[in-house]
């Protein structure tokens, strides 16, 4: 299994702020890779798909780059409602695997 | 507007079966395949299974800790999709999401508590 691993686990940062997290996959990956953002309680929300496509909706303040093995979601400028877990995801080759997932909190 | 809502979880005994199901609409459901996803109680995301749609002879996808054991299958006349879960174990406990494809939309997810 293709193993995902986000660094940091954690972060703080405060509003205004530019963030990276990063993804690194144990085996390289074609562009099949998403980024997902989930606030406690509630579902996952789609970001970014196929490294660097922006789903429907989403602020232009996040963006998706990378390739290979090491791939990057950042936020701009970090806005109140950005505090939340992100989870990247692999959908290159079975079985899908997800990253254990990095939780931004407010400083 | 795309939504998607899950339905048919519940307590249910170890080794017992439960039938969840994703009613879907705002979308051509007949042109994506559909995945399924679970979240362990304060843990993190884990992807159980994916079926494609018809043009790909809706076939199916498991990860490796619930294949054999459960079943994704769909209903395109009705735009559900389903996860049919046998045997369960107590690690099964968790809310089960729905998802458009590989990286769509999500349902609010349903809660399966697998325990005696």
């Known amino acids: 299994d293709i193993q995902m691993t986000q660094s940091p686990s954690s972060l703080s940062a405060s509003v205004g702020d530019r963030v990276t997290i990063t993804c690194r996959a144990s085996?390289?990956?074609?562009?099949?890779v998403a980024w997902f953002q989930q606030k406690p309680g509630k579902a996952p929300k789609s970001l970014i798909s196929?490294?660097?496509s922006l789903q429907s909706g989403v602020p232009s303040r996040f963006s998706g780059s990378g390739s290979g093995t090491d791939f990057t979601l950042t936020i701009s400028s970090l806005q109140p409602e950005d505090f939340a877990t992100y989870y990247c995801?692999?959908?290159?080759?079975?079985?899908?695997?997800f990253g254990q997932g990095t939780k931004l909190e407010i400083k | 507007e795309v939504q998607l809502v899950e339905s048919g979880g519940g307590l249910v005994q170890p080794g017992r079966s439960l039938r969840l199901s994703c009613t879907t609409s705002g979308f051509t459901f007949g042109d994506y395949a559909m995945s399924w996803v679970r979240q362990a109680p304060g843990k993190g995301l884990e992807w159980v299974g994916f079926?494609?749609?018809?043009?790909?002879?809706?076939?199916?996808e498991y990860a490796a800790s619930v294949k054999g054991r459960f079943t994704i299958s769909r209903d395109s006349s009705k735009s559900i999709a389903y996860l049919q879960m046998n045997s369960l174990k107590i690690d099964d406990t968790a809310v089960y999401y729905c998802?458009?494809?590989?990286?769509?939309?999500w349902g609010q997810g349903t809660l399966v508590t697998v325990s005696s």
């Open positions: 079926i494609r749609n018809r043009a790909y002879g809706e076939t199916t």
């Open positions: 085996q390289g990956l074609r562009n099949y």
């Open positions: 995801h692999q959908y290159d080759r079975y079985p899908y695997t």
């Open positions: 998802r458009v494809g590989d990286y769509g939309q």
């Open positions: 196929a490294v660097s």
